[in-house]
C-alpha cells in the first residue's frame, strides 16, 4: 500500500483491472471521498465507499443504448465494470453524490445514463469534466 499520510485517515483496496490499479477512500471532519480508480465489478469496492458523501467512480464501459454515436463500444470487460455492475455498485454504496469517470463525453447520453441511475439511487448524480470542484458540503 503507499505511505500513511500524517494529515487524515485514508484506507486503501486494490482494484481487479488490466494494470494494478488503487482505490481509496480518504476521511475527514467526519466525511469520506472515495475515488475507485479503473475497476471491474467489486464488492469490496461497494463496502470501501459504503454511505460515503463521495463516490467518485470508474463508468468506462457503456452498451449501445447509452450511447449518443453509432461506434461500437470497445470491449473492456475485463477491464470495467458493466453498465449493470456499475449500477450495482453504486446501490450498495449509498454514497450521498456519485460522481461518473473515465467517460467519453461526446459519446455517452448522460440523459438516458441518468434517468437508469435513478430508478435505484437517490443521491446527487454527476459527470466528472475536467476542473471539476466537489465539496462535502450539502448542494444547492
Excluded: W
Aim: aromatic fraction near 8%; hydrophobic fraction near 35%; include cysteine.
Amino acid at each position: 500500500p503507499p505511505p500513511r499520510s500524517t494529515l487524515f485517515p485514508y484506507t486503501t483496496l486494490f482494484r481487479s483491472h488490466t494494470i494494478a490499479t488503487i482505490a481509496y477512500r480518504f476521511e475527514v471532519d467526519g466525511h469520506a471521498i472515495v475515488i475507485s480508480g479503473d475497476t471491474a465489478y467489486s464488492q469490496n469496492l461497494s463496502t470501501l465507499a459504503r454511505n460515503s458523501d463521495i463516490l467518485i467512480i470508474d463508468s468506462g464501459h457503456y452498451d449501445r443504448r447509452h450511447l449518443t454515436s453509432s461506434k461500437k463500444p470497445r470491449k473492456s470487460r475485463a477491464a470495467h465494470a458493466s453498465f449493470e455492475e456499475l449500477l450495482q455498485m453504486i446501490g450498495e454504496a449509498n454514497a450521498k453524490h456519485t460522481v461518473l469517470t473515465h467517460l467519453v463525453t461526446r459519446t455517452i447520453n448522460q440523459e438516458s445514463i441518468r434517468k437508469e441511475i435513478g430508478k435505484n439511487y437517490q443521491g446527487t448524480l454527476s459527470f466528472a469534466i475536467d476542473g471539476m470542484q466537489l465539496s462535502c458540503e450539502p448542494m444547492r
